[in-house]
């Protein structure tokens, strides 16, 4: 039986691990500690809990991605698109709900882990991943105009489509003043790289825009700009111990959230965690990755956190600033830790419009409209398949946006597959030539004289359920009844179920109609689905021959019967 596979790369790096490479990871963690502060903020507000949740959850889980995780680079945290699933499980099932469902979405992490099931999510097609991260920032983006231009609806409805028609009917209430400052924090979010790239644009915007804020508030007595004060009773005591209730019935309601938040978490992480393999050159182990987000997943919930996920942005952050050990992400924890000790009381001055300007930007970010209009070149069955998943996330939701896009992915998939799986039928003679169609052929190639009552079926393809009912359709259209029927397999990878019931079949059949059905060129692979399905013996193991040499010499001895 092979290990557990759960080693941590902090084991591994900490080996040989040199004081020059120390200074520069703890440099490293500070500044992607003091990127993540403001993302924390904006993310926990945005998914309607109180800023410190989003410290909080920064830290705890932080520390244990980058303790525990299969990358030696990756940074974990509440991310952006966490927000919507986090709004919406939190008003239908309560804060207690949300807890609940994120530490048994992080039990399904470590099963998936446990069971090695990290390769298989990478799997997951890159039309769908663009599609649900376009239509999560799409979402996000509207849960911001309200605070961003100072509308101030109370209830604004959560359908996309009602949600708009309410904003856009009330666009003449705005706050001009709400509107400028939030507009200005996406100008300094966008213009700061400009002039630095140690900090941060969202944090220059947020102290800014709250020392503006609060000269206007506190000195010209100007009302109606809205802060995280208003809104929120900030502390920086460490939260209390919170111990969710689970029962069976819990469980039951909370299955589809549970699974949305572990699906998401885990293409998150692996994404990312991809993204900074291909910076660095290292390689990840996916499935001690899964395991490290889901015990930060449940462990954060007894402190009240959100989902914890790899983060593309904040890990780029680490990477672009020399990290390349988890003391940095183990760093960045730290820093937050100490800003939410000593100086979370300030968070309370933070307008909510410049937290709306930065919840913005982030959303243009995750929009990946760049990899959208590369899509629109390829195959229209992906851009379909982004489309959908795209237009699911936005209008009903995540899970319901992957489950379709999955669905259509595989239908298209196996579309692509029937249509290259080709099935080449010879009665006369035989082309030795492989893989080439019939109008390339030339009269001077190398042929075989097939004898009377000999038919020959060649597969060039994998031999499964799309192609068994066409191969039924090609046999019961032949001319004449043969004397013997040779598959010839040899460009056939594997068999289905459904292509060895259907091959069971013909074989009874043939036999019945005083018909020998001869195999040519099977592969190790598909000689032992035959034998394991018991088809071999069916067939006959003198009839299931190397080559199609041995099989024309067999069927022709047939023949001759």
Known sequence: ?????????????????????????????????????????????????????????????????????????????????????????????????????????????????????????????????????????????????????????????????????????????????????????????????????????SLVAIVLMTLVVYVLREHLALEGIKTIGDRFTISNELPPLVVPELSFQTIRHLAAPTFTIAMLGAIES?????????VIGERHDSNTELIAQGVANMVVPFFGGIPVTGAIARTMTNINNGGRSPISGIVHAVTLLLIFLFLMPLTSYIPMACLAGVLVVVSYNM????????????????LVVLLVTFALTVL??????????????????????VESTRILVSRDELSLIAGQDDHKRSAAEATLSLPQGVEVYEIEGPFFFGIANRFEELMASAPKRPKVRILRMRFVPFMDSTAVY????????????????????????????????????????????????????????????
């Open 1 to 201: 039986m092979s290990s557990f596979p759960f080693r941590p790369r902090l084991v591994e790096s900490l080996r040989g691990y040199s004081r020059s490479q120390l200074s520069t990871d703890l440099m490293a963690g500070v500044i992607v500690g003091i990127v993540a502060l403001p993302l924390a903020i904006a993310f926990a507000v945005a998914s309607g809990v109180s800023p410190e949740v989003g410290l909080i959850t920064a830290v705890i889980g932080g520390f244990i991605v980058s303790a525990l995780g299969g990358s030696s680079v990756q940074i974990g945290g509440p991310t952006g698109a966490f927000i919507v699933i986090v709004y919406g499980v939190i008003e239908q099932y309560g804060l207690s709900g949300l807890l609940i469902s994120t530490f048994l979405a992080g039990v399904l992490l470590v099963l998936m882990g446990a069971l090695r099931l990290g390769t298989l999510i990478k799997f997951i097609p890159y039309p769908i991943i663009v599609g649900f991260t376009a239509g999560i920032a799409l979402t996000i983006f509207s849960t911001q105009i309200n605070d961003l231009l100072g509308l101030g609806i109370e209830g604004l409805p959560a359908d996309f489509i009602s949600k708009w028609s309410v904003l856009l009917s009330n666009i003449t209430t705005a706050h001009w003043i709400t509107a400028l400052i939030g507009l200005g924090s996406i100008a300094i979010i966008q213009l700061t790289p400009r002039f630095t790239k140690v900090i941060p644009g």
């Open 270 to 278: 692996l994404l990312s965690a991809s993204v900074a393999d291909g």
């Open 502 to 561: 259907n091959l069971g079949m013909l074989c009874e059949k043939s036999r019945a109609e005083g018909i020998q059905v001869v195999l040519s060129g099977v592969n190790e692979r598909v000689r032992a689905t035959l034998t394991e399905t018991k088809v071999e013996a069916l067939i006959g193991n003198d009839n299931i021959c190397p080559d199609i040499q041995t099989a024309l010499s067999k069927a022709e001895s047939y023949t001759k019967q």
């Open 396 to 417: 009903f939701d995540l899970t319901i946006a992957i489950e379709i896009g999955l669905l259509l992915a595989m239908l298209f998939f196996m579309r692509r597959m």
């Open 367 to 382: 929009s990946g409209w760049r990899s959208i209009r590369a899509q629109w070149s390829g195959p229209k069955s992906d």
